[in-house]
Nanobody, 119 residues
Framework: QVQLVESGGGLVQAGGSLRLSCAAS????????MGWFRQAPGKEREFVAG?????IYADSVKGRFTISRDNAKNTVYLQMHSLKPEDTAVYYC???????????????WGQGTQVTVSS
């Protein structure tokens, strides 16, 4: 069992930056994968980024978002730059044993944190 707690969401103007954090606790492993997903009202939950030993990104955020991890702290970060109104969504972190872009491959989820980008 893994518990995930996101933080760092908020309101930011277009072009601004925000950093999200996700702290994991419980039964974790050194080789675990952490992913970020987001969901806007009326939209499907979509993959944003994932990290194991390397990182993968959705095309919509490449060059703007950076995912990183601190294994000593069991914490994963999502640094977001050049934010756009279309980035507005609830952002979720999730835990998986394998690297994947599919939400069904992630076994544990955080509660979500709201990111709102104004125009």
């Amino acid at each position: 069992q893994v518990q995930l707690v996101e933080s760092g969401g908020g309101l930011v103007q277009a072009g601004g930056s925000l950093r999200l954090s996700c702290a994991a606790s419980g039964r974790t492993f050194n080789s675990y994968v952490m992913g970020w997903f987001r969901q806007a009202p009326g939209k499907e939950r979509e993959f944003v980024a994932g990290i194991s030993g390397s990182a993968i990104y959705a095309d919509s955020v490449k060059g703007r978002f950076t995912i990183s991890r601190d294994n000593a702290k069991n914490t994963v970060y999502l640094q977001m730059h050049s934010l756009k109104p279309e980035d507005t969504a609830v952002y979720y972190c999730a835990w998986s044993r394998i690297i994947s872009r599919w939400s069904t491959d992630y076994d544990y989820w955080g509660q979500g944190t709201q990111v709102t980008v104004s125009s």
